[in-house]
């Protein structure tokens, strides 16, 4: 009953959400640093080009979006885990939920984003990175744009997915397309509002 509870809720705080992007990246970035000030830049244009901004609702990288979406006076949007070393949601969220259960969690950041950016970030940015890629790739959603923020940091990764996974057939040529890198924040929002155009005339409700 708890599961199926987490689902209403967040279904109808989230309803009315509008257009949206999900942004995801490390709890561990500090204020003053180059990608949390990138964060706060994204969140910004992003709400300034009429997006919702979502995140996990913690700090770091989800502060930053958070941030920059709710100063520029835009919808922020925090979905939060119940963890024993998180403490709760960013002062910048507007609009929260807290779950418990993360595949539950999960389903808001996709059923909600018309796209994904993604910030560098350890094993639970990957996680949720590679979900998007999997639905995507499995079709399970209809696909929408992934943007990657900064291509020192996501350098290996690609070349990982490029010459090990594609090279021995893991993935196929499409799958090597599904993310795109850049390194500014407005080239995040360019990419996010011309290919989301077409995943929204195109996605099921």
Known sequence: ????????EGFGTLAELGRAVSVFGSARLKPGSEFYDKGVELGRLLAEAGFAVITGGGPGAMEAANKGAYEAG?????????????????????????????????????????????????????????????LAQTQKVTSF????????????????????????????????????VVDEPAEAVRIITSDGETFAATRPE
Do not use: C
């Not at 922020?76 to 002062?91: D, H, Q, T």
């Open 74 to 134: 835009g919808t922020s949007v925090g979905l939060g885990i119940e963890l024993p070393f998180e403490s709760g949601l960013n002062a910048y969220v507007d609009l929260g939920v807290n779950f418990r259960y993360f595949f539950a969690r999960k389903t808001m950041f996709v059923k909600y984003a018309q796209g994904y950016v993604v910030l560098p970030g350890g094993f639970g940015t990957l996680d949720e990175l590679f979900e998007a890629v999997t």
């Open 1 to 8: 009953m708890r599961i199926q509870a987490e689902f209403v």
């Open 145 to 180: 744009p992934i943007v990657l923020l900064g291509t020192k940091f996501w350098a290996p990764m690609m070349s990982f997915i490029h010459d090990t996974l594609y090279a021995e057939g893991m993935v196929g040529e499409s799958d090597l397309h599904r993310l795109r």
